[in-house]
Protein backbone atom coordinates (compact mmCIF):
# COMPACT_ATOMS: atom_id res chain seq x y z
CA UNK A 1 0.00 0.00 0.00
CA UNK A 2 2.63 2.62 0.93
CA UNK A 3 4.58 1.76 -2.45
CA UNK A 4 1.29 2.10 -4.54
CA UNK A 5 1.21 5.63 -2.55
CA UNK A 6 4.50 6.86 -3.34
CA UNK A 7 4.01 5.95 -6.49
CA UNK A 8 1.16 7.96 -6.78
CA UNK A 9 2.78 10.91 -5.30
CA UNK A 10 6.01 10.61 -7.70
CA UNK A 11 3.75 10.44 -10.69
CA UNK A 12 1.75 13.68 -9.81
CA UNK A 13 4.69 15.09 -9.32
CA UNK A 14 6.12 14.48 -12.65
CA UNK A 15 3.03 15.52 -14.02
CA UNK A 16 2.77 19.16 -12.17
CA UNK A 17 6.82 19.19 -13.21
CA UNK A 18 5.65 18.82 -16.71
CA UNK A 19 2.83 21.65 -16.92
CA UNK A 20 4.83 23.98 -14.98
CA UNK A 21 7.62 23.60 -17.89
CA UNK A 22 5.00 23.59 -20.59
CA UNK A 23 3.43 26.70 -19.75
CA UNK A 24 1.11 28.40 -22.63
CA UNK A 25 -0.83 31.41 -23.25
CA UNK A 26 -3.07 33.02 -25.41
CA UNK A 27 -3.72 36.46 -26.43
CA UNK A 28 -6.79 37.69 -27.94
CA UNK A 29 -6.25 41.16 -29.64
CA UNK A 30 -7.55 43.43 -32.01
CA UNK A 31 -7.84 46.96 -33.54
CA UNK A 32 -10.64 49.13 -35.00
CA UNK A 33 -10.33 51.95 -36.86
CA UNK A 34 -12.23 54.15 -39.62
CA UNK A 35 -13.56 57.55 -40.52
CA UNK A 36 -14.63 59.39 -43.18
CA UNK A 37 -12.60 61.55 -46.02
CA UNK A 38 -13.29 64.06 -48.22
CA UNK A 39 -11.14 63.99 -51.39
CA UNK A 40 -10.93 66.69 -54.74
CA UNK A 41 -10.30 65.68 -58.09
CA UNK A 42 -11.41 62.23 -58.16
CA UNK A 43 -12.16 61.54 -61.55
CA UNK A 44 -11.31 63.03 -64.68
CA UNK A 45 -14.07 65.85 -64.85
CA UNK A 46 -12.72 67.27 -61.64
CA UNK A 47 -14.90 66.11 -59.16
CA UNK A 48 -14.96 65.50 -55.35
CA UNK A 49 -15.90 62.77 -52.92
CA UNK A 50 -16.53 61.77 -49.36
CA UNK A 51 -16.78 58.35 -48.20
CA UNK A 52 -15.78 55.76 -45.86
CA UNK A 53 -12.85 54.35 -46.80
CA UNK A 54 -12.12 50.81 -46.83
CA UNK A 55 -8.56 49.73 -46.50
CA UNK A 56 -7.94 52.14 -43.16
CA UNK A 57 -7.94 54.99 -41.22
CA UNK A 58 -4.70 55.51 -38.85
CA UNK A 59 -4.47 52.25 -38.96
CA UNK A 60 -5.88 48.92 -40.80
CA UNK A 61 -8.37 47.14 -38.33
CA UNK A 62 -8.37 43.58 -37.86
CA UNK A 63 -8.53 40.76 -34.75
CA UNK A 64 -6.13 38.25 -33.71
CA UNK A 65 -4.49 35.48 -31.23
CA UNK A 66 -0.92 35.47 -30.49
CA UNK A 67 0.29 32.37 -28.32
CA UNK A 68 3.18 31.44 -27.17
CA UNK A 69 4.50 27.74 -25.44
CA UNK A 70 7.30 27.45 -23.07
CA UNK A 71 9.25 23.86 -24.61
CA UNK A 72 11.72 24.83 -22.22
CA UNK A 73 15.37 25.81 -22.06
CA UNK A 74 14.36 29.24 -23.84
CA UNK A 75 12.72 27.60 -26.28
CA UNK A 76 9.26 28.58 -27.05
CA UNK A 77 6.64 27.72 -29.68
CA UNK A 78 4.59 30.80 -31.21
CA UNK A 79 2.13 31.33 -33.46
CA UNK A 80 -0.24 34.09 -35.04
CA UNK A 81 -3.45 33.98 -36.84
CA UNK A 82 -4.95 37.54 -37.29
CA UNK A 83 -7.74 38.81 -39.42
CA UNK A 84 -7.77 41.95 -41.51
CA UNK A 85 -11.30 43.81 -41.30
CA UNK A 86 -12.71 46.30 -43.55
CA UNK A 87 -14.91 47.78 -40.76
CA UNK A 88 -17.29 49.76 -44.03
CA UNK A 89 -18.93 46.61 -44.59
CA UNK A 90 -17.76 44.40 -42.24
CA UNK A 91 -15.84 41.73 -44.71
CA UNK A 92 -12.35 40.35 -44.66
CA UNK A 93 -9.57 42.07 -45.75
CA UNK A 94 -6.73 40.65 -47.94
CA UNK A 95 -8.65 39.58 -50.93
CA UNK A 96 -11.53 37.77 -48.56
CA UNK A 97 -9.22 35.05 -46.31
CA UNK A 98 -9.83 34.18 -43.01
CA UNK A 99 -6.24 34.97 -41.52
CA UNK A 100 -5.38 37.51 -44.35
CA UNK A 101 -2.87 39.85 -42.27
CA UNK A 102 -0.89 36.56 -40.49
CA UNK A 103 -1.36 32.39 -40.31
CA UNK A 104 2.17 31.69 -39.17
CA UNK A 105 3.48 29.39 -36.40
CA UNK A 106 7.43 28.72 -35.45
CA UNK A 107 10.07 28.55 -32.73
CA UNK A 108 11.28 31.14 -30.61
CA UNK A 109 14.67 31.34 -28.94
CA UNK A 110 18.37 32.85 -28.26
CA UNK A 111 18.91 32.16 -32.01
CA UNK A 112 16.27 34.49 -32.97
CA UNK A 113 12.33 33.26 -34.27
CA UNK A 114 11.70 31.08 -37.21
CA UNK A 115 8.46 30.99 -38.72
CA UNK A 116 6.23 29.37 -41.32
CA UNK A 117 2.88 30.44 -43.06
CA UNK A 118 1.67 33.77 -44.34
CA UNK A 119 4.00 36.38 -42.80
CA UNK A 120 4.33 39.86 -42.83
CA UNK A 121 8.12 40.08 -44.72
CA UNK A 122 11.18 42.42 -44.55
CA UNK A 123 10.02 45.19 -46.22
CA UNK A 124 7.30 45.50 -44.22
CA UNK A 125 9.38 45.43 -41.04
CA UNK A 126 12.15 47.74 -43.04
CA UNK A 127 9.72 50.88 -42.60
CA UNK A 128 8.35 50.47 -39.31
CA UNK A 129 10.40 52.71 -37.26
CA UNK A 130 11.25 55.38 -40.22
CA UNK A 131 7.97 55.52 -41.46
CA UNK A 132 5.89 57.79 -39.21
CA UNK A 133 2.44 57.63 -40.88
CA UNK A 134 2.68 54.33 -41.05
CA UNK A 135 -0.28 52.93 -43.03
CA UNK A 136 -2.42 55.95 -42.47
CA UNK A 137 -5.13 56.63 -45.67
CA UNK A 138 -2.84 59.35 -46.86
CA UNK A 139 0.83 58.10 -46.29
CA UNK A 140 3.57 56.16 -48.69
CA UNK A 141 1.17 53.58 -49.24
CA UNK A 142 -0.55 55.83 -51.19
CA UNK A 143 2.08 56.07 -53.97
CA UNK A 144 3.32 52.11 -53.27
CA UNK A 145 0.64 50.42 -52.46
CA UNK A 146 3.17 47.54 -51.89
CA UNK A 147 4.67 48.66 -48.54
CA UNK A 148 1.86 48.67 -45.70
CA UNK A 149 0.75 45.02 -47.84
CA UNK A 150 4.17 43.24 -47.64
CA UNK A 151 3.24 39.91 -46.70
CA UNK A 152 3.98 36.62 -48.15
CA UNK A 153 1.98 33.08 -48.69
CA UNK A 154 3.99 30.44 -48.22
CA UNK A 155 7.04 31.59 -46.64
CA UNK A 156 9.78 30.33 -44.27
CA UNK A 157 10.89 33.63 -42.48
CA UNK A 158 13.42 34.31 -40.29
CA UNK A 159 14.19 37.42 -37.63
CA UNK A 160 17.24 37.82 -34.74
CA UNK A 161 18.04 41.00 -32.90
CA UNK A 162 21.64 40.53 -31.46
CA UNK A 163 23.05 43.36 -29.36
CA UNK A 164 21.19 45.63 -31.64
CA UNK A 165 22.25 44.17 -34.82
CA UNK A 166 18.83 43.42 -36.75
CA UNK A 167 18.98 40.43 -39.45
CA UNK A 168 16.04 38.79 -41.22
CA UNK A 169 14.97 36.74 -44.34
CA UNK A 170 11.79 35.35 -45.94
CA UNK A 171 11.80 32.44 -48.70
CA UNK A 172 8.79 32.15 -50.02
CA UNK A 173 7.99 29.24 -52.45
CA UNK A 174 4.41 30.78 -53.82
CA UNK A 175 3.84 34.73 -52.98
CA UNK A 176 0.35 35.18 -53.00
CA UNK A 177 -2.52 32.53 -53.55
CA UNK A 178 -5.49 34.62 -53.63
CA UNK A 179 -6.31 36.68 -57.04
CA UNK A 180 -9.08 38.42 -55.27
CA UNK A 181 -7.10 41.78 -56.84
CA UNK A 182 -5.56 44.27 -55.25
CA UNK A 183 -1.71 44.71 -53.46
CA UNK A 184 -2.76 42.15 -51.48
CA UNK A 185 -4.28 39.48 -53.56
CA UNK A 186 -2.26 39.25 -56.86
CA UNK A 187 -2.64 35.71 -57.81
CA UNK A 188 0.79 33.56 -58.21
CA UNK A 189 0.15 30.76 -55.97
CA UNK A 190 3.53 28.97 -57.12
CA UNK A 191 4.75 25.77 -56.29
CA UNK A 192 4.89 24.56 -59.86
CA UNK A 193 6.50 21.62 -60.56
CA UNK A 194 9.54 21.53 -63.01
CA UNK A 195 9.86 25.91 -62.35
CA UNK A 196 10.41 26.73 -58.70
CA UNK A 197 11.18 30.37 -59.64
CA UNK A 198 7.53 30.69 -60.08
CA UNK A 199 6.06 33.40 -58.05
CA UNK A 200 9.62 32.83 -55.87
CA UNK A 201 9.84 35.83 -53.39
CA UNK A 202 12.86 36.34 -51.40
CA UNK A 203 13.60 39.16 -49.00
CA UNK A 204 16.18 40.37 -46.82
CA UNK A 205 16.84 42.74 -43.51
CA UNK A 206 20.13 44.04 -41.86
CA UNK A 207 20.62 47.15 -39.40
CA UNK A 208 21.01 48.52 -36.70
CA UNK A 209 18.70 49.36 -34.21
CA UNK A 210 18.29 51.08 -30.53
CA UNK A 211 15.81 53.14 -28.83
CA UNK A 212 17.35 56.46 -29.84
CA UNK A 213 18.54 55.92 -33.45
CA UNK A 214 18.58 53.07 -36.03
CA UNK A 215 19.77 52.44 -39.60
CA UNK A 216 18.55 49.47 -41.90
CA UNK A 217 18.06 48.23 -45.20
CA UNK A 218 16.30 45.52 -47.23
CA UNK A 219 16.18 43.56 -50.07
CA UNK A 220 12.89 42.10 -51.56
CA UNK A 221 12.23 40.71 -55.54
CA UNK A 222 9.25 38.64 -56.21
CA UNK A 223 8.61 36.30 -59.44
CA UNK A 224 6.02 36.15 -61.02
CA UNK A 225 3.77 33.59 -63.65
CA UNK A 226 1.04 32.70 -65.67
CA UNK A 227 -2.04 34.79 -64.57
CA UNK A 228 -0.31 37.22 -62.01
CA UNK A 229 -1.65 40.71 -61.71
CA UNK A 230 1.08 43.81 -62.37
CA UNK A 231 2.24 42.69 -65.54
CA UNK A 232 4.26 39.65 -64.09
CA UNK A 233 2.92 37.19 -66.11
CA UNK A 234 6.22 34.93 -66.26
CA UNK A 235 8.53 33.48 -64.36
CA UNK A 236 11.17 35.95 -65.75
CA UNK A 237 9.76 39.25 -64.85
CA UNK A 238 10.46 40.37 -61.65
CA UNK A 239 9.51 43.32 -59.20
CA UNK A 240 12.08 44.36 -56.78
CA UNK A 241 12.92 46.86 -54.12
CA UNK A 242 15.82 48.00 -52.40
CA UNK A 243 15.34 50.16 -49.20
CA UNK A 244 17.64 52.46 -46.71
CA UNK A 245 15.30 53.60 -43.74
CA UNK A 246 16.68 55.21 -40.83
CA UNK A 247 15.30 57.45 -37.43
CA UNK A 248 16.43 59.39 -34.62
CA UNK A 249 14.69 60.47 -31.38
CA UNK A 250 15.40 64.12 -31.04
CA UNK A 251 13.89 65.40 -27.48
CA UNK A 252 10.24 63.68 -27.29
CA UNK A 253 10.12 63.62 -31.21
CA UNK A 254 11.27 61.25 -33.74
CA UNK A 255 12.54 61.68 -37.60
CA UNK A 256 12.40 59.40 -40.05
CA UNK A 257 13.27 59.20 -43.90
CA UNK A 258 14.08 56.38 -46.33
CA UNK A 259 13.93 55.43 -49.67
CA UNK A 260 12.80 53.05 -51.82
CA UNK A 261 14.19 51.96 -55.12
CA UNK A 262 12.37 49.91 -57.27
CA UNK A 263 12.90 47.96 -60.78
CA UNK A 264 10.11 46.45 -62.23
CA UNK A 265 10.35 43.65 -65.35
CA UNK A 266 7.31 43.02 -66.38
CA UNK A 267 5.31 41.79 -69.73
CA UNK A 268 4.89 45.41 -70.72
CA UNK A 269 8.19 46.31 -70.02
CA UNK A 270 11.05 47.44 -67.69
CA UNK A 271 10.10 50.06 -65.18
CA UNK A 272 12.46 52.23 -62.95
CA UNK A 273 11.52 54.61 -59.90
CA UNK A 274 13.27 56.03 -56.71
CA UNK A 275 10.41 57.17 -53.61
CA UNK A 276 11.62 59.35 -51.07
CA UNK A 277 10.08 60.71 -47.76
CA UNK A 278 10.98 62.24 -44.74
CA UNK A 279 8.51 62.46 -41.56
CA UNK A 280 8.44 64.01 -38.30
CA UNK A 281 6.46 63.08 -35.35
CA UNK A 282 6.13 64.59 -31.76
CA UNK A 283 4.26 65.15 -29.00
CA UNK A 284 2.46 68.71 -28.56
CA UNK A 285 0.90 67.62 -25.48
CA UNK A 286 0.65 64.53 -23.45
CA UNK A 287 -2.41 63.77 -24.95
CA UNK A 288 -2.18 64.87 -28.76
CA UNK A 289 0.77 63.72 -31.24
CA UNK A 290 1.65 65.50 -34.54
CA UNK A 291 2.74 63.31 -37.42
CA UNK A 292 3.80 64.99 -40.80
CA UNK A 293 5.41 63.05 -43.50
CA UNK A 294 6.48 64.66 -47.42
CA UNK A 295 7.45 61.66 -50.32
CA UNK A 296 8.41 62.08 -53.74
CA UNK A 297 8.46 59.58 -56.73
CA UNK A 298 10.91 59.77 -59.22
CA UNK A 299 10.01 57.58 -62.31
CA UNK A 300 12.38 57.47 -64.34
CA UNK A 301 12.34 58.55 -67.90
CA UNK A 302 9.09 59.90 -67.45
CA UNK A 303 7.60 63.14 -66.55
CA UNK A 304 5.19 60.98 -64.34
CA UNK A 305 5.97 62.06 -60.95
CA UNK A 306 4.44 62.71 -57.66
CA UNK A 307 4.76 64.78 -54.63
CA UNK A 308 2.71 64.17 -51.24
CA UNK A 309 2.72 66.24 -48.17
CA UNK A 310 0.56 65.32 -45.56
CA UNK A 311 -0.23 66.12 -41.76
CA UNK A 312 -2.11 63.84 -38.72
CA UNK A 313 -3.21 65.07 -35.16
CA UNK A 314 -4.56 62.45 -32.77
CA UNK A 315 -6.15 62.61 -29.53
CA UNK A 316 -5.78 59.79 -27.20
CA UNK A 317 -8.46 59.56 -25.10
CA UNK A 318 -6.76 56.58 -23.14
CA UNK A 319 -4.15 54.05 -23.78
CA UNK A 320 -6.57 52.42 -26.35
CA UNK A 321 -8.93 55.15 -27.63
CA UNK A 322 -7.99 57.82 -30.06
CA UNK A 323 -9.53 60.13 -32.61
CA UNK A 324 -7.77 62.24 -35.81
CA UNK A 325 -7.61 64.50 -38.08
CA UNK A 326 -5.38 64.69 -41.27
CA UNK A 327 -4.94 66.63 -44.05
CA UNK A 328 -3.03 66.07 -47.05
CA UNK A 329 -2.27 67.21 -51.09
CA UNK A 330 -0.91 64.97 -53.67
CA UNK A 331 0.90 66.86 -56.91
CA UNK A 332 0.67 64.54 -60.05
CA UNK A 333 2.70 65.72 -63.07
CA UNK A 334 2.28 64.04 -66.25
CA UNK A 335 0.02 61.08 -67.12
CA UNK A 336 0.75 60.37 -63.02
CA UNK A 337 -2.90 59.25 -61.42
CA UNK A 338 -1.40 58.56 -57.69
CA UNK A 339 -4.68 59.36 -55.15
CA UNK A 340 -3.92 60.86 -51.75
CA UNK A 341 -6.13 58.37 -50.26
CA UNK A 342 -5.14 54.84 -50.04
CA UNK A 343 -7.30 52.70 -52.69
CA UNK A 344 -8.69 55.85 -54.21
CA UNK A 345 -8.85 57.46 -57.56
CA UNK A 346 -8.04 61.15 -59.49
CA UNK A 347 -7.94 62.20 -62.32
CA UNK A 348 -4.59 62.04 -64.76
CA UNK A 349 -2.35 64.67 -63.90
CA UNK A 350 -4.35 66.36 -61.51
CA UNK A 351 -3.71 67.73 -57.93
CA UNK A 352 -5.52 65.94 -55.17
CA UNK A 353 -6.25 67.54 -51.68
CA UNK A 354 -7.93 65.84 -49.24
CA UNK A 355 -9.10 65.87 -45.58
CA UNK A 356 -9.69 63.05 -42.90
CA UNK A 357 -10.72 62.75 -39.36
CA UNK A 358 -11.75 59.29 -37.63
CA UNK A 359 -12.03 57.06 -34.35
CA UNK A 360 -9.29 53.98 -33.34
CA UNK A 361 -10.01 51.33 -30.20
CA UNK A 362 -7.08 48.85 -29.77
CA UNK A 363 -8.43 45.95 -27.04
Known amino acids: MKNSIRGAVALMACVGASAAMAQSSVTVYGLLDTGVVHTTNANAAGDSVTKMPSLTGSFPSRIGFRGAEDLGDGLQLVFTLEAGLTMDSGSMGQGNRLFGRQASVGLKGAFGTVTLGRQINMTYIAGMKSDVMGPNLFAIGSIDPYLPNARSDNA ?103 IVDRTTRAATGLSESDLYFLGVSYPVTPLTTLDTQVARRDLKNSNADATMVVARLTYYFSKRTASYVGIGRMKNSGLSAIALDAGGTVGAGKTQNGVMAGLRHSF
Open 156 to 258: IGYLGNFNNFVIGATYSTGRDVSAAGGPAATGCPGEVAGNSKACRQITGLFGYETPAWGLNASYDIMYGNVGAAGGLTSSDNSDKRVTANGYVKVGEGKIGAG
